[in-house]
């Protein structure tokens, strides 16, 4: 039997346009809880020893057929490591037959479609007119939604903070446009329209008190139950949207622990289920999904298949 391709150099085969559309679209078939796509939510094994854990994103579409799974590997790192935070494998099979169809690697996928995503929730929720981006974190997810809001909107300003001013200052330097380094998270998120938190942190780093009112917070980071990047007045301040309310019940501890409400799943506001709250303090708490990764994964293979 033939081996099937691995798929290392991708991130030209992931156009970011064409993927907030098919994300947008799986998005809100999720919401409507249809027997068509099945995506359990995820499977986390601990790894106690090593302060990780390995995700395991199996998702199936049945309407377009596409059958993935992937497979993501997440450390807390000490400050200063050089290792990856996120380490992932995606698999795209034939449901068919069961085959596998490629092998591919999880790293620009994930950036992309976490960003996509957030874009997605930006687009409906952050305030009309929206001038001042910031940034919280400079790893993968920071570079990452810098590059896709950046590409789908228009700001006046784009800040940064991170833990490591040298990170942060590297971070500026290789962006593709001007972005502000701040000394703190209160100086970074004070007036800022909308605010990324793209950490590793398993604390609160970012207070409802500095937040604009108004404002909408895309939180990428804090995938654990007992882990937080927001605080409790953040949460119950304002409207809490999330990719999964499944997702968010069982690995968010800024939901979970908080004990804040959530308001809608982002693909009930694509649906027209529920709205979208743009003049209230808006935060849309983001996981990951498979389903994520089997549409990204699609769209790679499709590429790589008409270029062959
Ligand atoms: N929602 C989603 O779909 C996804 C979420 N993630 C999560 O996003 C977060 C960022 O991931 P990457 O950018 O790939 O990681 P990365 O390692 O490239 O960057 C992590 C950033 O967090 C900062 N950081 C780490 N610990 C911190 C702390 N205690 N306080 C403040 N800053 C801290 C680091 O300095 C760095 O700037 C992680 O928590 C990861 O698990 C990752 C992929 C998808
Ligand atoms: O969706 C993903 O991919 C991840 N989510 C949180 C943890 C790291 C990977």
Same mark, same amino acid.
């Given at each position: 039997?033939?081996?099937?391709?691995?798929?290392?150099?991708?991130?030209? *085969?992931?156009?970011?346009?064409?993927?907030?559309?098919?994300?947008?679209?799986?998005?809100g +078939?999720?919401?409507?809880? !249809?027997? !068509?796509?099945?995506?359990?939510?995820?499977?986390?094994?601990? *790894?106690?020893?090593?302060?990780?854990?390995?995700g395991?994103?199996?998702?199936?579409?049945?309407?377009?057929?596409?059958?993935?799974?992937?497979?993501?590997?997440?450390?807390?790192?000490?400050?200063?490591?050089?290792?990856?935070?996120?380490?992932?494998?995606?698999?795209?099979?034939?449901?068919?037959? !069961?085959?596998?169809?490629?092998?591919?690697?999880?790293?620009?996928?994930?950036?992309?479609?976490?960003?996509?995503?957030?874009?997605?929730?930006?687009?409906?929720l952050?305030?009309?007119?929206?001038?001042?981006l910031?940034?919280?974190?400079?790893?993968?997810? =920071?570079?990452?939604h810098?590059?896709?809001?950046?590409?789908?909107?228009?700001?006046?300003?784009?800040?940064?903070?991170?833990?490591?001013?040298?990170?942060?200052?590297?971070?500026?330097?290789?962006?593709?446009?001007?972005?502000?380094?701040?000394?703190?998270?209160?100086?970074?998120?004070? !007036?800022?329209?909308?605010?990324?938190?793209?950490t590793?942190?398993?604390?609160?780093?970012?207070?409802?008190?500095?937040?604009?009112?108004?404002?909408?917070?895309a939180a990428?980071?804090?995938?654990?139950?007992?882990?937080?990047?927001?605080?409790?007045?953040?949460?119950?301040?304002?409207?809490?949207?999330?990719?999964?309310?499944?997702?968010?019940?069982?690995e968010?501890?800024?939901?979970?622990?908080?004990?804040?409400?959530?308001?809608?799943?982002?693909? +009930?506001?694509?649906?027209g289920?529920?709205?979208?709250?743009?003049?209230?303090?808006?935060?849309?708490?983001?996981?990951?999904?498979?389903?994520?990764? =089997?549409?990204?994964?699609?769209?790679v293979?499709?590429?790589?298949?008409?270029?062959?």
């Open positions: 039997s033939m081996s099937p391709p691995v798929l290392y150099c991708i991130a030209q *085969l992931l156009d970011v346009a064409e993927l907030i559309s098919r994300l947008e679209a799986v998005m +078939e999720f919401s409507q809880r !249809g027997a !068509g796509l099945v995506q359990p939510v995820r499977s986390v094994v601990p *790894l106690q020893k090593h302060g990780g854990f390995l395991l994103m199996p998702a199936y579409l049945a309407h377009e057929d596409i059958l993935c799974t992937k497979m993501v590997a997440f450390y807390q790192r000490e400050q200063g490591s050089s290792l990856p935070t996120t380490q992932a494998t995606v698999l795209l099979f034939d449901p068919v037959s !069961g085959v596998v169809s490629a092998v591919m690697d999880g790293e620009v996928i994930t950036a992309r479609r976490t960003a996509a995503v957030s874009a997605i929730s930006a687009k409906l952050m305030p009309r007119h929206a001038e001042i910031c940034l919280l974190g400079s790893g993968h997810q =920071a570079v990452s810098y590059e896709v809001f950046t590409q789908a909107f228009t700001f006046k300003e784009v800040r940064v903070w991170s833990r490591s001013k040298e990170r942060a200052e590297e971070f500026a330097r290789a962006a593709g446009g001007p972005v502000t380094v701040c000394p703190s998270v209160k100086e970074a998120v004070e !007036g800022a329209d909308v605010i990324v938190t793209a590793n942190a398993s604390e609160p780093l970012l207070f409802g008190k500095w937040v604009k009112s108004g404002a909408h917070v990428v980071g804090a995938c654990r139950p007992d882990w937080r990047e927001l605080d409790d007045d953040l949460m119950r301040d304002a409207v809490v949207y999330v990719d999964s309310r499944e997702g968010a019940a069982a968010s501890g800024d939901v979970i622990l908080s004990g804040a409400e959530v308001f809608a799943e982002l693909g +009930e506001m694509i649906n289920s529920m709205p979208a709250q743009r003049d209230k303090t808006t935060v849309f708490k983001s996981l990951g999904m498979g389903i994520q990764d =089997a549409v990204s994964a699609k769209l293979y499709d590429k790589w298949k008409s270029q062959q």
